[in-house]
């Protein structure tokens, strides 16, 4: 398949090429070297991009984690005592971190299991599907602030709809985002709302599970469940294994909605949703502490480095690619 | 031809991109084309009501100058700071900016504003409130000028009173008094209120404010000393949560999850009849409140004599560390803190202003209920402190809330929770 494929586009270049010599013809650059000039013109907007938006802040924020820099007058090379700090003398890097593990550990399979369970039931073949999937879809494209302040009124714990829904059934409701131990529930379900965006790609890989194999199993006597679990779920489990990952390493980086829909953005009730990243946030920006947040921000991103290389470890066992041997 | 093609479209994006790169630094003219030398004034007042007033000040003074042209630069309050730190760090900031003035000794002792000292005489702080100058010191020397700065208040609902057979001319002024005219104000049905007389974390006040009334008016941290887990804040705290026991936990969240502003406010509304709020609170009452019958006093002390401690906030006008023109910019400065512009400045939206002759004038110029509360809290700035946050302590209160917080909501006890927090906050001690 794949070398067919290449031997096509190389005679269409070859064919170009021969052109261009007999209009040209003379001194030229061989086709090789034009060739990666082109390659890196084209994306020269997000090499020059990531050299000088972000590879030097990230190399500056990297020597800056071992000062004690503030950002207008200090610099001082102050060697590990940023790291230090974070496990001997800052309690409130621990809240931090623990809200955050807590909180990862929930919205990942929540969401995940939550889109998978959406996008299986939208691929059903009823009248007025395409309706529905808008409406699951729709919470999707709004995002930031306004969902937060939306959230906030649907959570209110005397007039909330939320409430209101429990108290027809005679619960009475949590104080959600008042009470330090329903504040983080109250996110989660907020992000089980807009659980659309991860729905949309389960169904586009759903779409592509051919129907022929549904059938065989369907001969050879299998039940709704066990197609499920030994079709559908393998055959996208690329992509649950994308959504994971990827979802994982944005749930570490939580922080508008907690900034947002605390007061003053100072953590909420009993610091509970005190994220990593908004006490990060409050070192930098609050009491000048760059160097510190910038140790902080370097600690997230190995222990993050480290839970993107354990889950693509593991993605090896689970992960089913199609036509590839699994390697 | 298609390769041309692909070229140009490449070039354009690299081209696109460099400009990008490159472009606006130098556009900020320093002067002006008659030869003034451009100021920048960076503030956050974009609303309807606070643009207008400071653009009027600015115009009237670029009116009175030669010399000095302001431009004023608005940026949204969530951006303001950030944004001047990062053109403090690049050496290209404002020339004048508006600050919060519980941390200009934290920016002092981190170089990111300029030492006013050389552009003032010794006499220039006696235009200002005491309370407000101690906060622009550090190390002996003035780094801002105070704007603004606010006061509690207590409101009350003088029909309320009526109706509860208490006497509308005189409002509660101890702690003792405050329970006692509560109770009587509350209205239930029940066990549901449909009044609250009073709630003590209700309004613009917190638990601090308590504990510091309590204290005999001593903070968290004065002079350096911790005064965290004294016994008097243990009792203010005790306080408190006789309050939430009285009412009851659910009572306290229902009414304070439905607050809002103008019209739905507790207590426009008629929900609550006695609250704490800063003076400007009033011009709520006057547009949104219908003719309401209100009046106002100092919050209740702790017990008689021991002072109707208030806390207080505000802003200063300082100069960005490496700004192009300091001595323009505080010729500009003078002006806005001067006693005609902090005078307009008072008049038009009520706030508190630096100003000492400013303020005594707007007292005697305004009319009605207006100048009634004006007045009471231009009074109340007696007893208004205002708690900096001290450089040895930065962030310190981000380490006792969550503690009180605690407290507040049955989790832990005061005596263990003070403890904790006065051993968290000595930890982050900075030599």
Known sequence: MKSYDTTIARRGTDIAGEKEKKKTAGKRLSRQTRENIFGYLFISPWIIGFLGLTLGPLLFSLFASFTDYNITSKMNFIGLDNFKRMFTIDDLFKTSLWNTLYYVLFSVPLTTAGAIFLSVLLNQKIKGMKFFRTLYYLPAILSGVAVYFLWMQLLSPSTGLVNTFLGWFGIEGPAWLFDPEWTKPALLLMKMWSVGGGMLLYLASLQGVSSSMYEAAELDGAGAMQKFFYITLPMISPIIFFDVLTSTIGSFQIFQEAYVMTENGSGGPGNSLLFYNLHMWNNAFEVFDMGYASAMAWLLFIVVMILTVINMKLGKKWVHYEGGDNK | ?431
């Open chain 2, 1 to 431: 031809m298609k390769k041309g093609i692909i070229f140009i479209i490449s070039a354009i994006l690299l081209l696109g991109t460099l400009a990008g790169c490159s472009g606006e630094e130098s556009a900020q003219a320093e002067k002006t084309k008659d030869g003034k030398v451009v100021v920048d004034f960076w503030t956050f007042w974009g609303s309807e009501t606070r643009r207008p007033i400071i653009e009027k000040i600015i115009e009237d003074f670029n009116q009175s100058q030669d010399e000095v042209f302001v431009k004023h630069t608005y940026l949204p309050w969530g951006d303001i700071w950030t944004k001047n730190l990062a053109s403090v760090a690049a050496g290209n900031p404002a020339d004048v900016i508006i600050n919060d003035i519980n941390s200009v000794a934290q920016r002092a002792e981190n170089e990111q504003v300029e030492d006013l000292s050389n552009y003032m005489d010794d006499s220039f702080k006696d235009q200002f409130y005491p309370h407000l100058w101690e906060t622009v010191m550090y190390e002996d020397k003035p780094y801002a000028v105070p704007f603004n700065t606010d006061t509690r208040l207590l409101f009350y609902n003088k029909d309320a009173f009526k109706e509860a057979g208490l006497d509308p001319e005189n409002p509660p002024a101890t702690w003792a008094e405050l329970e006692e005219y509560a109770e009587k104000l509350d209205i239930k049905d029940g066990s549901r209120y449909e009044r609250v007389g009073f709630y003590p974390l209700w309004g613009s006040i917190g638990a601090a404010s308590w504990m510091t009334s309590a204290d005999g008016g001593k903070g968290f941290i004065k002079d350096g000393e911790l005064y965290i887990n004294t016994p008097e804040k243990k009792e203010a705290l005790e306080w408190l949560l006789g309050w939430k026991e009285r009412l009851g936990e659910k009572n306290v969240q229902s009414f304070e999850a439905e607050f809002g502003s103008e019209q739905s406010n507790p207590f426009i509304a008629g929900k609550v009849a006695m609250w704490i709020d800063v003076g400007t609170f009033y011009t709520q009452i006057r547009d949104y409140g219908k003719d309401m019958n209100f009046g106002v006093a100092p919050i209740p002390a702790y017990e008689e004599g021991s002072g109707n401690w208030s806390d207080g906030g505000g802003f200063v006008a300082e100069v960005p560390k490496g700004a192009k023109h300091p001595e323009e910019a505080m010729k500009f400065i003078e002006y806005l803190t001067g006693p005609e512009a902090q005078k307009y400045w008072a008049m038009e939206n009520y706030d508190n202003v630096a100003n000492i002759e400013a303020a005594e004038a707007a007292v005697e110029e305004l009319q009605g209920d207006d100048k009634y509360v004006y007045e009471a809290a231009v009074k109340n700035l007696e007893q208004t402190q205002l708690f900096p946050v001290p450089v040895e302590y930065p962030d310190y209160q981000s380490r006792i809330n969550p503690h009180i917080d605690n407290v507040l909501l049955g989790k832990t006890t005061p005596e263990k929770a003070l403890k904790e927090a006065e051993k968290d906050v000595e930890k982050l001690k900075r030599k």
